[in-house]
């Protein structure tokens, strides 16, 4: 109660000032009055009364300065006429204001984008009920399909059949929900039209009840539809709804046909909901497990290809759950040895089951980026030093030529906590003007850096627009900046001495301030070294990365991704189709050369398997080898190169002789003393290991990792199967070598591809060289970004040098002219105020440097072909900067030769 | 002492205003007086420390102030304890003697 009296009353006072001075005026008044009367009833004359009762009391000015001071709305007010005066100071200097707000918008800016990704990254919960009781089964990232044992003995993938034991005798979950860790491709017809790319998911029907999302029409899924006789339904992206359909209500219960099947559209999710990761282009579509179309997955106990979350019950802790969910995996893993290959029964006991907190559900972009991250963070902070540094240095010159001016007001009284306050006041203010500015710039900035990083996504689920704690965060930023860029100028100003003031002082050439100035020229000289080598290590780890060989040729190639199974083709069909996409797509116009394979190199697609050797003892000390299928005149239509043998030919048909073809890892680590050419390999096991032979050997390239070395890898035609086994590995890639710009080209291969069968699904069509690009949006965007911060600080530290040595010029006019009137030349006076400037690039490069060297151990796990320290880096951004430096203290230094000594001794 | 009025022990001004005008409604002026006639000539407060901690008084609800005309026709604030005032005047009242035959106490040991 007594708190809101106070306030209230505080409020009064502050918004009907004139009337409670008055009242105040009227009562001290009395009080002198009364005191007088009494004075002059015992004797004394009028004026010696109130001369009395002053002496006595005190006089009422003070009084009543004292009671207004004590209440808190004063507080309120003299903040009040310090933002006034900051602001009118700000507006006297126009030039000064403009560059410090510039400054500070990109800074607190750069910092907001960058807080924007990590809140959506890694502080964001899912747009779900109580997320916090959410935990998954497992603790990494693990993919995508899987037999036996797991590594580390952590299990993260579990068989449909694991999935369905751990939710029916774990009570502690509410919902325990398994779905696929990928997103699947999907081909949707809607009223006979074009069949057109979707993504979908494929999830148990309790998923979105274990995520405690409802629908937002229609309704979602429900444990019926687990079923396999049930009748197909799907459930629709929001995202999806608005953009592909325009809200349309009657999508909602309409039927669609979703690969080749016709499918209700049960209902929408509600607006944000994105899934159970973020992830660029979520699902479109969530659909249940039992419809997945590779059919195989489900009632095979030996597949393990799901993640499982679930809601635990309120009031259990995980780690009982867990404990018990370990004993329930080892027994069901025990009780079924056939799933288990034999050499991974030992390692039973050792598996284990680690509950995860879900509250952001699985956390894939946070493993991805979260180095990223960090690295970018750190370079926003320096940025933001730089610029704190740089305003500081601008407010400091700026002090000294009002340095007279605050002695005048210490010498009248001034308390210099009050002139701390108020100087304080107006860098704050600076800053949150500055952080408003910086608001713009972190939501275009947020968006760049979300292009970049997903280049080649079509759709992100996250929203650049500052959120609620965005703005919080960018208002702690600005209130934090300003006060770090204010408080060594105001304290400086503070301490300017009275005796200056009357003595028409500023002749000393040795101040506190101009010390502090050139040690913050020093410190951005430094921060903005250590930024330009970082950028320079990251820039050559990128171009190392795009320009390395990968074993193969992007110019003038087009991908284009297509999946036929998706279209209802089967088996016996895909000879037809596959012969027709060849003849038809070599006879566009332009097209060099066209082929066909299952997937790709780097287009995100690898497959590995076991293989066996004949004649040899299975080696189980190497990951198993990736494989691929390939048509006739692929490694000619990728650019791969053949080293010896032949390749896969027209001739390499079911029927004929089945052959292989294998790469150069391959070959060494199989056959490391003998000739491959003529020996046989196969998969599944030992029986087989006669399948293939090897027919050629090919140089290596990369499909997956972009760093490592390729992987071991052999290369089977599109259809050869061993007798009485169906093809695994259905063409999804078509590569064509073109004459020209391959995006010219797309037209031609759409129409071509529809002549060939309207219904196939054409997933995307993108250039080689723009599929290998988009491996290395992570490396770009931070070398693009280390880059372009990096360029601010030179600005900010140039324009630092040139403020500071101009203000020494300034200063020390007087002084030159003094010397050149003794007989100095130009050249005397250049290296008299070069010296000066140099002194300061080379303490900040004697500093930033080991500085930089230091930094770039922590960066090196991020780099390519670089390593921490490069002699030639280092010379590179070292001599920018020493240019970019020279050139900015020259122009003051110039100034300072054509001043005219008769001038100079003139003035003052 | 006797020559120059003596400082409040910090934080009794407020105590010694309530107990003033738990005798009867009175001015700043008339309280000033009061204090100094009840003290015998040893608190003088000055009209800022007094106006102040009138002002802290009246926000904290212990004593309300009122424009009525006083004993000579002048216009002045009559302030009245309020019931919270009253019982703050109890209760700290009650807190000062037991804290001053502490000190006593402490003070007369031997």
């Given at each position: 109660?007594?708190?809101?009296?106070?306030?209230?009353?505080?409020?009064?006072?502050?918004?009907?000032?004139?009337?409670?001075?008055?009242?105040?005026?009227?009562?001290?008044?009395?009080?002198?009055?009364?005191?007088?009367?009494?004075?002059?009833k015992?004797?004394?004359s009028?004026?010696?009364?109130?001369?009395?009762?002053r002496?006595?009391?005190?006089s009422?000015?003070?009084?009543?300065?004292?009671?207004c001071?004590?209440?808190w709305?004063s507080?309120?007010?003299?903040c009040?006429?310090?933002?006034?005066?900051?602001?009118?100071?700000?507006?006297?200097?126009p030039?000064?204001?403009?560059?410090?707000?510039?400054?500070?918008?990109?800074?607190?800016?750069?910092?907001?984008?960058?807080?924007?990704?990590?809140?959506?990254?890694?502080?964001?919960?899912?747009?779900?009920?109580?997320?916090?009781?959410?935990?998954?089964?497992?603790?990494?990232?693990?993919?995508?399909?899987?037999?036996?044992?797991?590594?580390?003995g952590?299990?993260?993938?579990?068989?449909?059949?694991?999935?369905?034991n751990?939710?029916?005798?774990?009570?502690?979950?509410?919902?325990?929900?398994?779905f696929?860790?990928?997103?699947?491709?999907?081909?949707?017809r809607?009223?006979?039209?074009?069949?057109?790319?979707?993504?979908?998911?494929?999830?148990?029907?309790?998923?979105?009840?274990?995520?405690?999302?409802?629908?937002?029409?229609?309704?979602?899924l429900?444990?019926?539809?687990?079923s396999?006789?049930?009748p197909?339904?799907?459930?629709?992206?929001?995202?999806?709804?608005?953009?592909?359909?325009?809200?349309?209500?009657?999508?909602?219960?309409?039927?669609?046909?979703?690969?080749?099947v016709?499918?209700a559209?049960?209902?929408v999710?509600?607006?944000?909901?994105y899934?159970?990761?973020?992830?660029?282009?979520?699902?479109?579509?969530?659909l249940?497990?039992?419809?997945?179309?590779?059919?195989?997955r489900?009632?095979?106990?030996?597949?393990?290809?799901?993640y499982?979350?679930?809601?635990?019950?309120?009031?259990?802790?995980?780690?009982?759950?867990?404990?018990?969910?370990?004993?329930?995996?080892?027994?069901?893993?025990?009780?079924?040895?056939?799933?288990i290959?034999?050499?991974?029964?030992?390692?039973?006991?050792?598996?284990?089951?680690?509950?995860?907190p879900?509250?952001?559900?699985?956390?894939?972009?946070?493993?991805?980026?979260?180095?990223?991250?960090?690295?970018?963070?750190?370079?926003?902070?320096?940025?933001?030093?730089?610029?704190?540094?740089?305003i500081?240095?601008?407010?400091?010159?700026?002090?000294?030529?009002?340095?007279?001016?605050?002695?005048?007001?210490?010498?009248?009284?001034a308390?210099?906590?009050?002139?701390?306050?108020?100087?304080?006041?107006?860098?704050?203010?600076?800053?949150?003007?500055?952080?408003?500015?910086?608001?713009?710039?972190?939501?275009a900035?947020?968006?760049?850096?979300?292009?970049?990083?997903?280049?080649?996504?079509s759709?992100?689920?996250?929203?650049?627009?500052?959120?609620?704690?965005?703005?919080?965060?960018?208002?702690?930023?600005?209130?934090?900046?300003?006060i770090?860029?204010?408080?060594?100028?105001?304290?400086?100003?503070?301490?300017?001495?009275?005796?200056?003031?009357?003595?028409?002082?500023?002749?000393?050439?040795g101040?506190?301030?101009?010390v502090?100035?050139?040690?913050?020229?020093?410190?951005q000289?430094?921060?903005?070294?250590?930024?330009?080598?970082?950028?320079?290590?990251?820039?050559?780890?990128?171009?190392?990365?795009?320009?390395?060989?990968?074993?193969f040729?992007?110019?003038?190639?087009?991908?284009?991704?297509?999946?036929?199974?998706?279209s209802?083709y089967?088996?016996?069909?895909?000879?037809?189709?596959?012969?027709?996409l060849?003849?038809?797509?070599?006879?566009?116009?332009?097209?060099?050369?066209?082929?066909?394979?299952?997937?790709?190199?780097?287009?995100?697609?690898?497959?590995?398997?076991?293989?066996?050797?004949?004649?040899?003892?299975?080696?189980y000390?190497?990951?198993?080898?990736?494989?691929?299928?390939?048509?006739?005149?692929?490694?000619?239509?990728?650019g791969?190169?053949?080293?010896?043998?032949?390749?896969?030919?027209?001739r390499?048909r079911?029927?004929?002789?089945?052959?292989?073809v294998?790469?150069?890892?391959?070959?060494?680590?199989?056959?490391?003393?003998?000739?491959?050419?003529?020996?046989?390999l196969?998969?599944?096991?030992?029986?087989?290991?006669?399948?293939?032979?090897?027919?050629?050997?090919?140089?290596?390239?990369?499909?997956?990792?972009?760093?490592?070395?390729?992987?071991?890898?052999?290369?089977?035609?599109?259809?050869?199967?061993?007798?009485?086994?169906?093809?695994?590995?259905?063409?999804?890639?078509?590569?064509?070598?073109?004459?020209?710009?391959?995006?010219?080209?797309?037209?031609?291969?759409?129409?071509?591809?529809?002549?060939?069968d309207?219904?196939?699904?054409v997933?995307?069509?993108?250039s080689?060289?723009?599929?290998?690009?988009?491996?290395?949006?992570?490396?770009?965007?931070?070398?693009?970004?280390?880059?372009?911060?990096?360029?601010?600080?030179?600005?900010?530290?140039?324009?630092g040098?040139y403020?500071?040595?101009?203000?020494?010029v300034?200063?020390?006019?007087?002084?030159?002219?003094?010397?050149?009137?003794?007989?100095?030349?130009?050249?005397?006076?250049?290296?008299?105020v070069?010296?000066?400037?140099?002194t300061?690039?080379?303490?900040?490069?004697?500093?930033?440097?080991?500085?930089?060297?230091?930094?770039?151990?922590?960066?090196?796990?991020?780099?390519?072909?670089?390593?921490?320290?490069?002699?030639?880096?280092?010379?590179?951004?070292?001599?920018v900067?020493?240019?970019?430096?020279?050139?900015?203290?020259?122009?003051?230094?110039?100034?300072?030769?054509?001043?005219?000594?008769?001038?100079?001794?003139?003035?003052? | 002492?006797?020559?120059?009025?003596s400082?409040?022990?910090?934080g009794?001004?407020d105590?010694?205003?309530?107990?003033?005008?738990a005798?009867?409604?009175?001015?700043?002026?008339?309280?000033?007086?009061?204090?100094?006639?009840?003290?015998?000539?040893?608190?003088?407060?000055?009209?800022?420390?007094?106006?102040?901690?009138?002002?802290?008084?009246?926000?904290?609800?212990?004593?309300?102030?009122?424009?009525?005309?006083?004993?000579?026709?002048?216009?002045?604030?009559?302030?009245?304890?309020?019931?919270?005032g009253?019982?703050?005047?109890n209760?700290?009242?009650?807190?000062?003697?037991?804290?001053?035959?502490?000190?006593?106490?402490?003070?007369?040991?031997?």
């Amino acid at each position: 109660m007594s708190l809101l009296r106070n306030i209230a009353s505080g409020l009064r006072s502050l918004f009907r000032k004139e009337r409670v001075s008055h009242d105040l005026d009227d009562e001290l008044n009395g009080f002198l009055e009364m005191a007088a009367e009494e004075k002059m009833k015992r004797g004394m004359s009028r004026r010696d009364a109130f001369r009395a009762v002053r002496l006595e009391r005190g006089s009422l000015e003070v009084a009543k300065e004292i009671v207004c001071s004590a209440a808190w709305e004063s507080f309120v007010e003299t903040c009040w006429a310090d933002i006034r005066f900051g602001l009118r100071t700000l507006r006297k200097s126009p030039a000064f204001t403009a560059v410090a707000l510039l400054t500070l918008a990109l800074g607190i800016g750069a910092n907001t984008a960058i807080f924007t990704l990590i809140h959506a990254v890694m502080l964001k919960s899912l747009p779900v009920a109580s997320p916090t009781q959410l935990y998954r089964l497992g603790d990494n990232n693990s993919c995508c399909v899987m037999v036996g044992t797991q590594e580390g003995g952590s299990f993260v993938l579990y068989s449909y059949a694991l999935y369905e034991n751990l939710r029916d005798h774990t009570p502690e979950f509410g919902e325990l929900a398994a779905f696929e860790p990928w997103t699947s491709d999907l081909s949707v017809r809607r009223n006979g039209s074009a069949a057109e790319p979707y993504r979908g998911e494929f999830v148990s029907a309790n998923y979105f009840n274990t995520l405690g999302v409802r629908a937002f029409a229609g309704r979602l899924l429900a444990p019926p539809d687990d079923s396999a006789s049930a009748p197909r339904v799907a459930v629709m992206n929001y995202h999806t709804w608005q953009q592909r359909f325009g809200l349309d209500p009657s999508v909602i219960g309409s039927t669609l046909n979703i690969n080749g099947v016709p499918c209700a559209i049960a209902g929408v999710t509600p607006p944000g909901f994105y899934g159970d990761t973020l992830r660029s282009d979520p699902p479109d579509f969530w659909l249940p497990l039992a419809t997945d179309p590779e059919k195989w997955r489900l009632p095979n106990a030996a597949v393990e290809w799901l993640y499982l979350v679930g809601r635990l019950k309120s009031g259990f802790a995980p780690e009982p759950v867990q404990a018990r969910l370990t004993v329930e995996l080892q027994e069901w893993l025990s009780s079924h040895r056939e799933v288990i290959p034999d050499r991974d029964l030992k390692d039973i006991p050792r598996q284990y089951i680690h509950l995860t907190p879900a509250a952001r559900g699985v956390e894939k972009l946070r493993t991805d980026y979260e180095t990223g991250l960090h690295l970018l963070v750190t370079l926003s902070a320096l940025l933001l030093l730089i610029a704190c540094a740089n305003i500081a240095n601008l407010l400091l010159a700026r002090g000294s030529a009002n340095g007279s001016q605050m002695a005048v007001r210490l010498a009248l009284g001034a308390p210099r906590h009050r002139l701390i306050r108020q100087m304080l006041t107006e860098s704050v203010l600076l800053a949150l003007m500055g952080g408003a500015a910086g608001l713009y710039v972190a939501y275009a900035g947020t968006r760049t850096i979300l292009l970049l990083a997903f280049r080649g996504a079509s759709y992100v689920p996250i929203d650049a627009r500052p959120s609620l704690p965005v703005l919080g965060f960018s208002i702690l930023l600005s209130l934090m900046t300003g006060i770090v860029f204010g408080i060594l100028p105001a304290w400086t100003a503070s301490q300017s001495d009275p005796l200056d003031a009357l003595r028409g002082a500023g002749r000393s050439t040795g101040d506190r301030a101009s010390v502090l100035q050139k040690s913050l020229v020093v410190a951005q000289v430094a921060f903005s070294i250590a930024l330009l080598i970082a950028a320079g290590l990251v820039t050559q780890s990128l171009r190392n990365l795009e320009g390395q060989h990968f074993g193969f040729v992007t110019d003038g190639r087009l991908i284009v991704n297509i999946a036929p199974s998706l279209s209802g083709y089967t088996l016996d069909k895909l000879d037809g189709l596959y012969q027709r996409l060849e003849e038809t797509m070599q006879q566009i116009p332009g097209v060099l050369t066209a082929s066909l394979s299952w997937y790709s190199p780097l287009g995100g697609n690898n497959a590995s398997e076991r293989v066996y050797i004949q004649g040899k003892a299975p080696d189980y000390r190497w990951t198993a080898p990736s494989w691929d299928r390939v048509g006739p005149h692929y490694f000619e239509a990728i650019g791969t190169r053949l080293l010896r043998g032949r390749v896969i030919e027209e001739r390499d048909r079911p029927g004929g002789l089945n052959v292989a073809v294998i790469n150069e890892t391959f070959a060494r680590r199989f056959f490391p003393n003998e000739d491959p050419i003529g020996q046989h390999l196969g998969m599944t096991d030992v029986s087989h290991s006669g399948d293939y032979e090897i027919v050629g050997i090919v140089e290596d390239a990369k499909y997956k990792d972009t760093r490592g070395p390729a992987y071991a890898t052999f290369f089977l035609p599109l259809l050869q199967t061993p007798p009485g086994e169906s093809v695994r590995g259905w063409v999804g890639a078509i590569e064509l070598h073109v004459a020209g710009k391959p995006e010219n080209l797309e037209p031609a291969a759409r129409k071509t591809l529809a002549d060939v069968d309207p219904n196939l699904p054409v997933l995307n069509m993108v250039s080689f060289g723009e599929q290998v690009a988009h491996n290395f949006n992570q490396e770009r965007l931070i070398a693009r970004l280390t880059e372009l911060f990096g360029a601010l600080a030179l600005i900010l530290a140039c324009v630092g040098l040139y403020g500071v040595t101009a203000y020494g010029v300034a200063r020390r006019t007087n002084e030159i002219g003094i010397r050149m009137a003794l007989g100095a030349d130009r050249r005397n006076v250049l290296g008299l105020v070069l010296r000066a400037a140099l002194t300061q690039l080379g303490m900040g490069l004697a500093m930033g440097i080991p500085a930089a060297l230091a930094g770039g151990r922590v960066l090196v796990s991020q780099l390519y072909g670089v390593k921490s320290y490069d002699p030639m880096i280092i010379g590179v951004a070292a001599a920018v900067l020493a240019a970019c430096a020279v050139l900015a203290a020259l122009v003051p230094a110039r100034r300072a030769t054509r001043v005219d000594p008769i001038v100079a001794l003139h003035y003052e | 002492m006797a020559d120059k009025p003596s400082d409040l022990v910090q934080g009794t001004l407020d105590m010694l205003i309530l107990k003033t005008l738990a005798l009867e409604p009175m001015h700043g002026y008339g309280i000033a007086v009061r204090l100094e006639q009840m003290s015998q000539g040893v608190f003088r407060p000055n009209a800022g420390s007094l106006f102040m901690a009138i002002q802290r008084l009246q926000r904290d609800g212990l004593i309300k102030g009122e424009w009525k005309s006083s004993e000579n026709n002048r216009r002045a604030k009559y302030y009245v304890l309020t019931d919270q005032g009253r019982k703050r005047l109890n209760s700290e009242t009650r807190e000062w003697g037991r804290q001053v035959a502490a000190i006593a106490r402490i003070l007369e040991a031997s």
